[in-house]
């Protein structure tokens, strides 16, 4: 029997079991899944944020209070005088003097500019030559008139003592007849006399009439040339008269255009005259917002710094087409006068719609420009938290809040510029400012 070429305290120990393949690759897996973990947890701690603790120290802050909010329609408008006047003159001619300026004010009945035209000065005079001579024509065809007409009645005067004396020649011829110292023919012949005589009477009557009626419709004639003369010369005058221009109000000179060479038709338009004591703002409204207001409705209107005070006045019946689209005019009167604005001043109008009683409000600050977010900071205690709002109107420096906050809390009003992406923040309550 063969011995074993191994060494005696080899073959005294055991024999180890050899390791199956299947429970080494198990080993395997599980210490590559624990190195993949071992460097995930590793990554996330060294390369992801850390919770950022941020401290406040120094804000602004205020308390939600509650007022009154005035809901208004913003709309652009412009100032118009309610009295505006042409300056032009009634008569054509060459300004020879000037007597206002650009944003003068002037009176009623003052003159502003003076003109003069040669032709109407001629045709006054012409007038006035043809007015003498009619009137002389007058005086002399009245004394020609009275001579025809007193020729006139001596000659029916004389016709009525023939008559006369005719009838006293036929009485005594009848007495001599009835007597038969004379014959019938002599008494046919003082009648046939008599007859005569009248006849005489009666042309002489009726030629007088004629006389006068044609004596008065001569006078008629150069009397009514006499008035067509009076006329010329009082239009010729009147318009002498216009030579001055003159401020039909009380107004201010708005502009003054003159011609270089000064010379000026009829009716040309020189400048405008407004009453700047009546002026009203137009506005041109989209007609859906028309609806929300009526003729009355309080307006404040806004140029610069300065605030007026008005009401709607009208309300046009339809709306126009323009460049913006369909627009409703709405005029404003002011409540007082209003001399110191200009005409044409563009404004602001916000129309009064409603009042929102008794609403949550906070000021404005910084914190409505951060970012243009709808949330706020609220501090409690030693934090303050990033909490939702919703924000309503802006009336001055007071902005409405519609939720999210109630009435006492106190907010942080300054920037959130360097927080707002964090939840939540530290504060430092000595550092906060009460606004």
Not at 285 to 304: A, D, H, W
Request: glycine fraction near 6%; aromatic fraction near 6%; hydrophobic fraction near 40%.
């Amino acid at each position: 029997m063969s011995e074993s070429i191994l060494p005696e305290r080899l073959r005294n120990q055991p024999q180890k079991r050899k390791t199956p393949a299947r429970m080494r690759q198990l080993s395997l897996a599980l210490f590559t899944v624990a190195v993949i973990a071992a460097i995930a947890y590793g990554a996330y701690y060294f390369f992801m944020p850390k919770q950022e603790n941020f401290v406040l120290n120094f804000y602004t802050y205020a308390s939600v209070g509650m007022q009154d909010f005035l809901e208004t329609l913003t709309v652009k408008g412009t100032v118009i005088p309610q009295q505006v006047a042409v300056i032009a003159p009634k008569v054509g001619g060459t300004i020879e003097e000037v007597y206002v300026q650009e944003g003068q004010d002037v009176a009623a009945g003052e003159p502003l500019l003076r003109l003069y035209s040669a032709e109407i000065v001629q045709e006054k005079n012409q007038a006035e030559t043809e007015l003498s001579e009619a009137r002389a024509k007058l005086a002399e065809t009245g004394i020609l008139q009275e001579r025809e007409l007193e020729a006139g009645r001596l000659k029916v005067l004389e016709a009525q003592e023939r008559l006369a004396a005719a009838e006293k020649d036929l009485e005594l011829h009848k007495l001599l007849y009835e007597y038969g110292t004379i014959p019938r023919i002599e008494l046919e012949r003082a009648e046939q006399a008599v007859e005569a005589a009248k006849r005489q009477v009666t042309q002489g009557e009726w030629e007088l009439e004629l006389l006068v009626r044609k004596h008065e419709a001569d006078l008629a004639a150069i009397e009514k040339t006499i008035a067509i003369n009076e006329e010329k010369v009082a239009k010729a005058q009147e318009r002498i008269e216009q030579f001055l221009v003159r401020a039909e109000f009380d107004g201010r000179i708005l502009s003054l255009k003159l011609p270089n060479n000064r010379v000026v038709a009829a009716h040309q338009e020189l400048g405008e005259l407004a009453n700047l004591t009546r002026q009203v703002v137009e506005l041109q409204v989209p007609p859906g917002q028309t609806e929300r207001f009526g003729v009355g409705t309080p307006v404040t209107v806004s140029l610069g710094q300065a605030e007026y005070a008005g009401e709607v006045s009208y309300i046009a019946p339809q709306a126009k087409q323009g460049t913006d689209g369909p627009t409703v005019l709405v005029r404003v009167d002011f409540v007082e006068e209003v001399p110191q604005l200009r005409p044409n001043s563009s404004v602001t109008a916000n129309i009064h719609l409603q009042v929102h009683a008794d609403s949550l409000y906070l000021p404005r600050g910084a914190y409505l420009s951060s970012g243009q977010q709808l949330f706020v900071y609220v501090i409690d205690g030693k934090r303050a938290v990033k909490r939702e709002v919703q924000f309503g109107l802006l009336q001055g420096n007071s902005v409405q809040i519609l939720r999210g906050l109630e009435l006492g809390e106190r907010v942080i009003i300054s920037s959130y510029d360097s927080f707002r992406h964090l939840d939540e923040i530290q504060i430092l309550p000595e550092g906060g400012h009460a606004l």
